[in-house]
């Protein structure tokens, strides 16, 4: 009976076990399945739904992050303050790598929406992708294409085709209807930034095959904004005005006031405003200028106010207001200056309503002298006066120009000129560490082969002799002897030590520690987090000297009787601290001229390893180094 209960309570615990993890199977699936929902809702712009899918899911770290990517998308940057969305985060070790591929992504896109220098975004774009695919998972991936293409749809120039591999490789992950529609969409758009005056055949097919999902697209979509303002624009190209009317008010109707669309209604009103002016009426291209202007995108004001500076000049202009056509014109030129962008165009546009309002000035005198010829002179004089000071003014900033790119290019010729020495620097440091090295192996063969074997040798004749071995002089002889073999053997294995062998970095350091800490003289203590991989085989070569020379310093100058090497590394970035309790000293009065691997030196080949060296010194209360190299 008891062996019949002991079974039966063993079956329990097995099914228990099988249940359990099933659930546990199932749970992981089901969050996987929601994770994937989400990332669905996102490229399909459905920000509302992504962050309900959000909370569904366990894990609250990836909770976190996955409602903060969906609000950085949501407003694009058409926020008045930037979001601090990467605070009170826990630190990148301690994350699952999807929960790093959202963080890359969030940050990526913050930077996007509000840096002025792309580049950073580029960076986290492309370290979400680079995850992404170790992952595994297309859902991730697809995100982070989607992802670099927003990037390069934003800082696209003409007859770029940088985004392409990146387009290609969405392409062939595409599998529903929303991944067709992107890769469309963006062939489309880059296709008519690239052409730009010259469209060819192959844009309009490609609009045309994008018309087909006018019809596939939920009524509620805001995917459709997208799609109506290409429509728009390619009727406008034709010159078909009343259906390019039709779609750009479909667009501004269907984007209206939501953040991450803005950029939709101003376009879409920027081109109605033209296309009313073409057809006289001014009165409602003021209104559509002014619904730009609330629809400016607060994430790239610059292009927002530059091109209601050039429109608003150029309707002006049409109404005959030919000073404050040309003053807004001057302002555009200015922002376009900023921008770098398509500067020879604008000069030209901006000469030509020079001229046009020249030509109108000249036809308004010629009636004037018609009727009231005795002020001919007065006329004459005052349009000379005009022309005169528009011309100072135009060679004013032409020389202010020219004296801003000289200056431009006298720092350019100086900097070339120090990044030169500080290569040529690096290059004698290089040599000075190899040389070292050379040298270090050179005494290491030499003790352990000839001196090393000269004394295990005189060691096995004295063990072999036939001596007294209980003469205390005799015995203290051995033990002298013994003591001076370890002691050429520990010189030989100290001077060949370092990272040159598959023990890496960290076991040296630690080895180096060891060895120095048994003599009792001094307690040296490693203490490391985050060290997981290998660095470059001659960095690590570099850093373990630079910390065998500080710690070489601590026990030569120092007199300390405690040395802490303290190692962090960081996502890119590894940090270095060497402190010891010694005597101190005064940092300002460091020897300059010393040529072996002394604190100069150190602090130069941490320089040109792009890193920061900080020497914290008080005399009578010890020393720390602090190394901070980017790896």
Not at 151 to 177: G, Q, R
Not at 188 to 217: C, M, P, W
Not at 281 to 304: G, W
Not at 379 to 386: D, N
Request: proline fraction near 1%; hydrophobic fraction near 40%.
């Amino acid at each position: 009976m008891p062996s019949q209960q002991g079974e039966f309570i063993l079956c329990m615990k097995i099914y228990a076990f099988i249940f359990f993890f099933i659930l546990t199977i199932q749970s992981f699936s089901n969050s996987n399945k929601d994770l994937e929902r989400y990332f669905f809702y996102l490229k399909s712009l459905e920000f509302d739904n992504g962050n309900k899918t959000a909370n569904k899911i366990q894990d609250v770290n990836l909770q976190i992050a996955l409602i903060q990517l969906a609000e950085v998308m949501y407003y694009s940057g058409n926020r008045q303050i930037k979001p601090n969305v990467l605070q009170n985060q826990l630190k990148d070790e301690e994350l699952d790598k999807i929960t790093k591929v959202v963080r890359f992504l969030t940050s990526g896109y913050t930077y996007l929406f509000y840096d002025k220098v792309k580049g950073n975004a580029y960076r986290s774009f492309y370290d979400a992708y680079n995850l992404s695919i170790e992952i595994g998972e297309e859902f991730l991936i697809k995100a982070s294409l989607l992802a670099l293409l927003k990037y390069y749809n934003f800082e696209i120039a003409k007859n770029s085709d940088a985004y392409l591999p990146y387009l290609n490789l969405f392409k062939d992950l595409a599998k529903d209807t929303i991944d067709e529609f992107w890769v469309l969409l963006y062939e489309v758009i880059f296709l008519s930034k690239s052409l730009e005056e010259n469209i060819d055949n192959a844009y309009f097919q490609h609009v045309g095959e994008l018309e087909r999902y006018e019809e596939t697209l939920k009524g509620n979509s805001p995917l459709l904004a997208l799609l109506y303002y290409e429509k728009a624009l390619m009727n406008d190209i034709e010159n078909n005005d009343i259906k390019a009317i039709e779609y750009y008010g479909k667009a501004t109707e269907r984007a209206g006031e939501i953040p991450f669309l803005k950029s939709v209604s101003f376009f879409s009103s920027i081109k109605l405003a033209i296309l009313e002016m073409n057809q006289n009426n001014f009165s409602t291209a003021n209104e559509y200028i002014e619904k730009a202007r609330v629809y400016s995108n607060l994430a790239d004001s610059l292009r927002s106010s530059y091109y209601l500076s050039l429109y608003g000049s150029m309707l002006y202009n049409a109404q005959k207001q030919h000073d404050t056509a040309y003053q807004l014109l001057i302002d555009a030129y200015e922002k376009e200056f900023q921008m770098d962008f398509r500067r020879n165009t604008l000069e030209i546009n901006r000469l030509e309503v020079e001229l046009d309002t020249q030509r109108k000035e000249k036809q308004i005198l010629e009636e004037q002298q018609k009727v009231r010829a005795n002020r001919n002179w007065l006329i004459a004089a005052g349009i000379t006066l005009i022309l005169g000071f528009g011309i100072a003014i135009l060679l004013q900033k032409n020389t202010t120009k020219k004296r801003l790119l000289a200056e431009q290019e006298s720092q350019l010729k100086q900097q070339r000129v120090e990044n030169l020495l500080k290569e040529q620097e690096l290059v004698s440091i290089d040599a000075m560490i190899e040389g070292q090295e050379k040298e270090r192996q050179k005494v290491a063969n030499e003790l352990h082969d000839d001196l090393g074997s000269l004394m295990a040798t005189i060691k096995l004749h004295f063990d072999n002799s036939k001596v007294n071995d209980k003469d205390p002089a005799m015995q203290n002889a051995q033990k002298l002897l013994e003591e001076a073999y370890q002691k050429i053997r520990g010189m030989a294995h100290s001077k060949n030590s370092g990272v040159m062998s598959n023990q890496g970095l960290l076991p040296a350091i630690k080895k180096m520690a060891s060895t120095i800490s048994e003599t009792n003289a001094l307690k040296v203590t490693v203490e490391d987090f985050g060290l997981g991989e290998r660095l470059e085989n001659s960095l690590e070569l570099t850093i373990f000297r630079m910390v065998q020379e500080l710690v070489a310093n601590a026990i030569k100058h120092a007199k300390a009787t405690k040395v802490g090497i303290h190692l962090t590394q960081h996502e890119h970035q590894l940090n270095i601290i060497v402190e010891d309790n010694g005597s101190g000293f005064d940092s300002s009065k460091v020897n300059k001229t010393h040529n072996g691997m002394g604190l100069t030196t150190i602090e130069k080949r941490v320089e040109h390893l792009e890193g920061n060296f900080t020497i914290d010194s008080v005399l009578g209360k010890g020393t720390s180094i602090l190394i901070d190299i980017p790896v």
